[in-house]
């Protein structure tokens, strides 16, 4: 209980040093919750969100490593209003005065960048209502059948387009029947928007997921809700996605200045230090957001004062972030690095800073997700679904496209067709329902 006392007081004193620094953030709520908890929160994404066996897997490993000592969650943090945090039971009092000086970050990053302006800030409510409704389609159409739809949808889910608020459709489809769900007036034409849409008719579309939703003839109510749910879920993760390294590089500076005011004993200081020196330890394979971030965001203050780094956490994602301000000195200081495999061993193929800049930007493009668009919902006059890879220099999986196909194939109702480009050459992938082919154009 005196543990308590003390954190509740270093949570006041955090928030005034937060707010002294010129942080603005949400309303702010902490929660200390046990290990499998958070992990069920991290895995889930969302602490009301539905069930699926997919979160159950990621639940798994990250509790197995938790078990192991291979990795930590110290906190979860939810960007609603107010803000929400989850604190890990067991972690000490410096670590969570760390967590907590690191939640103000991030509350003030949720909601100060542009790209978070349009989140729902309810999205625990939404969501908690998309489980409750999920649960009654299980109980109504069986748990199975529910399950295997879920895997189709969420087999695509990171292809919406999240700025796009109306979708232009190019179906000729007939119109669906109004129903009676908080998602009817989504894919439900007005005679305008008709009209809209046919003058629009081969202008490639990016909202896979929105276009299903909306043209598939082969959809009952039920799942054309389900569709629009994991859309609408995917529209308020996806500024995350967008924005991690600065996000986390943003909440990484604000924990050490603001740790830095902190009246710590000597014992304190050293934990402190151990902590932070684990958070922003470089990784050989891979790039570690809160350094880079926090590096990016000191050199800007550096050349340009503390009051750009506000501007820039306004306007910025991590594409312009990286573009704009990545710089051959700060490459050189976090010994960045392009590797691939050659001949069955790892070997590093690039070290000038703008290439391997420019490779990180590129990785970065569309979250890092393919950038799939529809360039006829009616291919061949047949109802054909003919998709288009935008190829800028990184080839698809293959084994992964063979295995979605089969699921959009099972959301569409009708044959598949996606071109990609596989060896410098153009080459369309189809699938029919029973097979796959392949043709070069």
């Excluded at 509740?8 to 929660?31: Q, Y």
């Excluded at 194939?409 to 392949?438: A, I, M, Q």
Aim: hydrophobic share 35%; proline share 3%; glycine share 6%.
């Amino acid at each position: 209980m005196d543990e308590l006392i003390c954190l509740e007081k270093a949570a006041e004193e955090i928030e005034k040093i937060a707010l002294g620094f010129g942080l603005d953030f949400f309303p702010m709520r902490f929660e200390i919750c046990p290990a499998e908890i958070i992990y069920t929160f991290g895995a889930y994404g969302m602490p009301t969100r539905f069930s699926h066996w997919t979160f159950g897997k990621a639940y798994q490993k990250m509790r197995t490593q938790y078990d192991y000592n291979l990795s930590r969650i110290y906190e979860l943090v939810i960007n609603t209003n107010p803000c929400y945090a989850f604190l890990l039971e067991g972690n000490s009092l410096v670590q969570n005065k760390l967590v907590i000086a690191h939640v103000y970050g991030h509350s003030d990053f949720f909601k100060n960048n542009w790209h978070f302006k349009n989140t729902n800030r309810k999205m625990l409510e939404t969501m908690s209502v998309h489980a409750r409704r999920i649960d009654e389609f299980s109980f109504r159409y069986g748990k199975e059948k529910v399950e295997k739809f879920l895997d189709a949808v969420l087999s695509i889910e990171e292809h919406i387009d999240p700025y796009e608020g109306t979708i232009k459709e190019q179906s000729s489809n007939k119109k669906i029947k109004e129903v009676n769900n908080p998602y009817a007036d989504i894919w439900f034409e007005t005679n305008n928007e008709k009209r809209e849409n046919e003058k629009n008719e081969r202008k490639p579309v990016k909202d896979l997921l929105g276009f299903i939703g909306r043209n598939s003839r082969y959809l009952e109510e039920w799942q054309r809700e389900m569709i629009f749910m994991v859309r609408e879920e995917m529209k308020y993760f996806w500024p995350q996605l967008k924005t991690k390294i600065m996000n986390e590089g943003w909440a990484a500076y604000w924990h050490i200045r603001i740790m830095r005011e902190l009246d710590l004993t000597e014992d304190e200081s050293i934990e402190f230090a151990k902590l932070n020196s684990q958070i922003l330890y470089p990784s050989r394979f891979s790039i570690n957001p809160y350094l880079l971030g926090l590096k990016i965001f000191e050199n800007i203050e550096k050349r340009f004062g503390r009051d750009m780094i506000f501007e820039v956490r306004e306007i910025d994602s991590d594409v312009s972030f990286i573009r704009n301000y990545l710089t051959e000195e700060l490459a050189e200081e976090l010994d960045l690095y392009n590797f691939q495999k050659v001949g069955g061993e790892w070997r590093v193929t690039e070290k000038s800073w703008e290439k391997i800049r420019d490779n990180l930007v590129l990785s970065l493009n569309n979250c890092g997700f393919p950038y799939i668009e529809i360039l006829d919902g009616d291919y061949g006059k047949n109802g054909e679904l003919y998709l288009r890879h935008r190829y800028e220099g990184i080839e698809l999986d293959i084994h992964y496209l063979e295995r979605t196909l089969p699921y959009v194939y099972e959301l569409w109702g009708k044959p598949v067709h996606l071109e990609t480009v596989v060896d410098r050459k153009h080459v369309l992938f189809t699938y029919n329902g029973e097979k796959h082919s392949r043709k070069i154009l």
